[in-house]
């Protein structure tokens, strides 16, 4: 029978595979994601000695006593000078890990292959600016890159609200101080309002999870901070009614006169297999112009495509514009290209 490997050799093969993540629970043999695809690794299923001694590796006291209390909490982990973010969950009562491998270096924006408007974003010292996308899709590392820019360009008062803190940013133009749910605050609403009494010119929010966090976030961006957020949604129009979504019926009309007014942009994003190898991002991108405040107002959200169609001169795309010109670049295939082409209209991401 194979023996149990180690968990340093499962680490180093999926660095030098370039996985995307691993995932490990007692019983099962561990697997990892490569270019989207995930695969059992060669070796015998993890044992519960093997679970419960990488946690005492990667956990402090604390951490694994709110694991046992939550039986679900987030954390970062660093090993051989590479990040990782490890999601901590219970399976069947054992110990189960869903572990990020986070990129070498925080990657430049022309890096990832992002739109861009994120240049046009620059030129904002406040408002809100949202990227959407399914788990795994890539919004912290887009909002990361475009963090560290400013940090090479601007003299800005960063603050991070996150969980857990992914990448560390070595301050260069700007002072930045990321803070992380469990250790340095218990509510991202209550953070965020602690935050602005700080004099921030940035705040990124890591994900904006539920209506106290987003009304003080529509809030700050209206108070003139550049709020930037995450939300699980598969496309800017689905973004704006979970938006609405989230408060009762009496103050919608309120919200999205506020979203209206503070909105800077939306990019809803997910990654496809590259041709080159590897993944690229493909993102629908919504900016704020007068056309799509109005839109906003009246709530009349599936005219945003429309609108996002007529002004591609200002950065703005679709899903499919994406996806064409991903493919004319030769980026995709023809196969993925009519895959999620004409999937993306009207409607949302599928696939």
Known sequence: MDEEISWQELI???????????????????????????????????????????????????????????????????????????????????????????PERIPSLADIGAPKAWQRIKAFDQGLVLVTGRTGSGKTTTLAAFIEELNQEKAYHIITLEDPVEFCYV????????????????????????????????????????????????????????????LHTRSAAEAVMRIEGMFPLAQQDSIRAQVAEVLTGIFAQRLLPCCQGGRVCMSEVLLAVPAVRSLLRQGKYSQLESVMMSHQQQGMQTGQAAAEHLYRQRRITQEMYERYGESLTMGGWQG
Request: aromatic share 10%; hydrophobic share 40%.
């Open 12 to 102: 180093r093969r999926a660095m030098e595979k370039e996985a995307s993540d691993m995932h490990w629970t007692v019983g099962q043999r561990p697997h990892m994601r490569c270019e989207g695809v995930l695969a059992p690794v060669d070796g015998r299923p993890l044992t519960e000695p093997f679970m419960a001694g990488f946690c005492a590796v990667i956990m402090d006291e604390e951490q694994r006593k709110r694991l046992a209390r939550e039986k679900d909490i987030d954390l970062s982990w660093t090993f051989a000078g590479r990040r990782f973010r490890v999601n901590a969950y219970y399976q069947q009562g054992f110990p189960a890990l869903a572990i990020r491998l986070l």
């Open 171 to 230: 301050p260069k133009q700007c002072f930045i101080s990321q803070r992380e749910y469990g250790k340095d605050f218990f509510s991202f609403a209550r953070a965020l309002r602690s935050a602005l009494r700080e004099m921030p010119d940035v705040i990124l929010v890591g994900e904006i999870r539920d209506r106290e966090t987003m009304q003080t976030a529509l809030m700050a961006a209206a108070s003139g901070v550049l709020v930037l957020g995450t």
